[in-house]
Structures are given as structure tokens and as C-alpha cells.
């Protein structure tokens, strides 16, 4: 797919058309509730549980939602399932998108006002919730999540605006519960609401272009806080983001979603989930814990494009870890850059889901000093960056896409007792179950954890001995053909 101005998920759909078997449409009429998540389930990828394996984007074209009578609509997922498609769909390739990514952070484009006359039509629907086709993926789960809902508001205090995904749960017909990471800026804005004395009015959007959602996904160590996402979006994808006023509410809203839902954010509190302890998958693989107590978003209205797409994801799997990935493989670029470390390129595995597990790519070694730079550069980065817990250095003729090639390089150009360091506890993430106090004595508490560093790189001082040999390509023949008898016989 040619790099190309992405306005909506509908445009980035039809790019797909020239990447054969990165589309599959499923006709057939399946349920909200399990019929989604267990029909793309062999295609999500680990972490989620085997069978699974990478595949292609899935539009189930008619899912019926919850509610008894409501008409089936279309529900996608797996778009972002593999590097190369998610890549694709911005005209780049996993290796070039970091930098990408860096650029667009450093010269953003401003989102605009959509002109009237070019604002695409949308639908005023009952703002219920039951009627829209929100999956549930297991019988544990506390109800219909929306995995990919990126909620849009503006800090009445700040006048910064923020775009950002959260985990939300349907509790009735007009209520989510929703779970903000403590610390992020939408946080920070609906405390500032409440100081206000007011409800922090919002508009939470399903199914935006390629550029939207990948901005929406950034770590604060990429975009901080005050930094406009939509700006950095407006960047990648090359195009201003369209805004328009919502209807009910007194906010913004992106002009091209497929879905927005328009409501206030309340204190809340409510259970995520009154009937049990679980929540839904989460993207490590394991299921989520409900928490016990979590504000609400109270919807007032729903709008929606002809034909609206609810967009999702499978919570474990390739997706989320693809989502989640670019941005901190192009935050850790950009900070190793900053250093002056000889960074060659960043990939964070998605068997880490996106955050965990990053491997780092190293230029050629041009003294016996790069030994010690690798290592203090990699190390820095756990230190710096808290959902990081292991680091695999690699040297440039490592492929980075390739799980093959990296345990081969884990197996032959590393030695354990010199060549892995370990940083104990450090802080970490509680979402992985063994960064707890009851699975390790050596923690001082919960979400703190051991870090490690294998330094998969051949000492300067060996690169001759770990010479990796190319195939010879057959060449031609320099002789020059020899001479022909009249008749047409060569001479014996």
C-alpha cells in the first residue's frame, strides 16, 4: 500500500484491497456475545491461547448486539493484527514507522473545523448502549467492553486537549464504567472537572483512521502531556483530523468516526463487575480483575455514519501488543538517540505485549568501548522506562521481525553468566502476575519486579569470528563462447 492521505477507517479498509488475504468478510450472522471473539480467536496471535496464530483483519458484516429486536451491524477486528499491515496502512514498513512517529512529534499538523458542506452525514441513534454490537469474549467477563474506544476531552483548566483508549464496560443502556491509568492526562481532567464542581463532558470514538488510533495509543514518554495527539495524528497520516461540535454535550468530536458517543464523566463510583472478581482479558494474556470501584461516563447521545463500523479488539493477541508497540518502540528511539547510543532500531516484541519485551538493534561495534555503550545504553532503558522488564541486544544482521533469528542470536552470542544483567527490583507493572510479592520475596511490593538485559552482541574484540556467510549467487561464465565450423558445428 503507497503512503496516502487516510481521512477514515473506511479509506484504509479499501487499501487493503491491494494486499491480498489481509481482509476477510464474514457474511455470515453471529452474536455479539462470544460469536466474535471465538470465531477470530485462531487469527489473534499470542499472548492469546493456542491454537493462534497472526491473520488477516476480519469484518463480521452483520453481529447482533445484546438487546432483544435491534438490527445487526457490522463489527471489525484484527486490523492492527500484524506489524507489517498496521504499518502498511500508513504507506510504511515496520522498520521506517518509529521514525515516523518521532517526526510527527516533533512537527505536528493541527487538527481543524470540518466545513459544513464536508462534514459526512451521521445519524442521531437512542443512546443505548444494549442496542449497539459491543462483543463479550468469555462467560467470566463483567459484561460488553469497549476495547478501542478513544475518549476525546478537553482540561477546563488546561485547555489541552487529550485522546486517549480506555477499558469500558457496559453497566446499563446509557453507562460505562470506565478505567482510567492513574497518572494520564484524561485523569488529570476529570479531576479538573470535579474541582469545578462539574461533570467533564466527552466524546468517545469507534472506528478511526489508521494515524488517529496509532496517536491515541502513544506513551506520555512520546507525546507528553500538553502535546495534542490529534496534532500528532494530523502529522502521520498527512491530513488535518476534522473536528466537529457534538450534539448534546458541549465538546469536540472527530468528524469522520464511525460511532461517537457523546457523554459526561462522573465520579461514579460502581463495581466493575457486581456479580465477580473478573473483568475481561487483558493484554498480557491473563484475565483482568474487576476493580471495585470506578467513575462512570452517563451517555447522552449516539451518532453514527451510514453503515457505521464498530471497531474492537481482542483484548490478548497481536493487536493490542501492534497498537501498543510502535509508540514506545519510537519513545525508546527517540531517548536512545538523545544519548547518542549507536541505536540502529527498536522492536518491542509482542509476546510482551507491545511494552514488556523490547529489543534493540545495535550499529556495528567500532571499538572495544561499544562494549560497555551497549550495555549501560540498554540498561538505561529499563531504568527509564517502567514497562520495560527484559532488553535483547542484538548486533545489525539479526532480522528483528523474525522470532527464529533472535533465539538464534539469544543461543549463539550469548553466554548467561556474562552476559545477562540483572536490575532487581525495580518498578515495574502489576498486570504481569509474577511482578507480586506472593509470587517473589525479593520484591519490595506489588508491580515492582526483577529487570534483565542479555546482551545478544559479539564483543568487539570476536566479530571476526562470528561472521554470518551469504550464499554465492552463481555467475555467469566470462569466457568468451567458442568459435563455430561452417555448418554450425563448435570444433572438437
Known amino acids: 500500500m503507497t503512503r496516502r492521505r487516510l481521512a477514515d477507517l473506511r479509506t484504509a479498509l479499501a487499501g487493503l484491497d491491494s494486499m491480498p488475504g489481509e481482509l476477510v468478510r464474514e457474511r455470515e450472522e453471529v452474536p455479539a456475545r462470544f460469536g466474535v471473539s471465538a470465531r477470530y480467536a485462531k487469527w489473534a496471535g499470542t499472548p492469546a491461547p493456542p491454537p493462534t496464530g497472526p491473520g488477516p483483519a476480519v469484518l463480521f458484516e452483520r453481529v447482533t448486539p445484546s438487546a432483544a429486536g ?8 484484527g486490523l492492527y493484527g500484524t506489524r507489517r499491515r498496521a504499518a502498511a496502512l500508513l504507506g510504511s514498513t515496520p522498520a521506517q514507522l ?13 487538527p481543524v473545523r470540518v466545513r459544513k458542506d464536508g462534514e459526512p452525514g451521521r445519524t442521531d441513534l437512542a443512546p443505548d448502549l444494549t442496542a449497539l454490537p459491543v462483543p463479550v469474549l468469555t462467560d467470566a467477563d463483567a459484561g460488553p467492553y469497549l476495547t478501542l474506544g478513544a475518549v476525546l476531552a478537553t482540561d477546563p483548566e488546561t485547555g489541552v486537549r487529550n485522546l486517549s483508549i480506555h477499558r469500558m464496560c457496559v453497566q446499563g443502556p446509557d453507562l460505562l464504567s470506565i478505567w482510567m491509568v492513574p497518572g494520564r492526562d484524561l485523569e488529570a481532567a476529570h479531576q479538573a472537572a470535579q474541582r469545578l464542581g462539574r461533570p467533564l463532558q466527552v466524546a468517545i470514538h469507534l472506528g478511526l483512521p489508521p494515524a488517529v488510533l496509532l496517536a491515541s495509543c502513544c ?14 495524528a494530523g502529522a502521520l497520516g498527512g491530513t488535518p483530523v476534522e473536528l466537529t461540535s457534538c450534539r448534546t454535550v458541549d465538546a469536540e468530536c472527530i468528524a469522520h468516526a464511525e460511532y461517537v458517543l457523546e457523554g459526561e464523566l462522573l465520579p461514579g463510583p460502581v463495581p466493575e463487575n457486581p456479580r465477580g472478581e473478573a473483568a475481561t482479558p487483558e493484554f498480557l494474556g491473563y484475565q483482568g480483575r474487576a476493580h471495585p470501584a470506578l467513575p ?11 453503515g457505521a463500523i464498530l471497531q ?8 493490542q501488543s501492534v497498537l501498543l508497540g510502535f509508540g514506545m518502540e519510537a519513545a525508546v528511539l527517540g531517548r536512545l538517540r538523545r544519548q547518542g547510543a549507536p541505536v540502529a532500531a527498536v522492536h518491542c516484541h509482542t509476546a510482551g505485549g507491545g511494552q514488556l519485551m523490547v529489543v534493540i538493534q545495535w550499529r556495528a561495534k567500532r571499538s572495544a568501548a561499544d562494549d560497555e555503550a551497549v550495555r549501560k545504553a540498554a540498561e538505561s532503558v529499563l531504568e527509564e522506562f517502567r514497562m520495560a522488564k527484559l532488553v535483547v541486544s542484538v548486533d545489525e544482521d539479526v532480522d528483528l521481525e523474525s522470532d527464529a533469528d533472535l533465539w538464534w542470536a539469544m543461543t549463539t552470542r550469548l553466554q548467561a553468566d556474562r552476559d545477562i544483567a540483572v536490575l532487581p527490583d525495580r518498578e515495574g507493572f502489576p498486570l504481569d502476575p509474577t511482578q507480586s510479592t506472593a509470587y517473589s520475596d525479593a520484591l519490595s511490593g506489588d508491580g515492582r519486579t526483577a529487570k534483565a538485559h542479555f546482551d545478544c552482541t559479539v564483543p568487539h574484540a570476536h566479530l571476526a569470528r562470528f561472521h554470518r556467510p551469504r550464499f554465492t549467487e552463481p555467475q555467469a561464465d566470462p569466457s568468451p563462447p567458442a568459435p563455430r565450423r561452417p555448418g554450425g558445428r563448435p570444433p572438437r
Not at 223 to 231: F, Q, S
Not at 312 to 319: C, L, Q, R, Y
Open 70 to 77: 435491534s438490527e445487526a451491524r457490522a463489527v471489525l477486528i
Open 98 to 110: 518509529p521514525y515516523r512517529l518521532l517526526d510527527a512529534v516533533d512537527s505536528p499538523l493541527p
Open 219 to 232: 506513551p506520555a514518554s512520546l507525546v507528553p502531556r500538553g502535546v495534542d495527539e490529534l496534532a500528532v
Open 296 to 306: 462512570t461516563v452517563r451517555i447522552t447521545g449516539i451518532t453514527a455514519r451510514e
Open 312 to 319: 474492537t479488539v481482542s483484548g490478548p493477541g497481536h493487536e
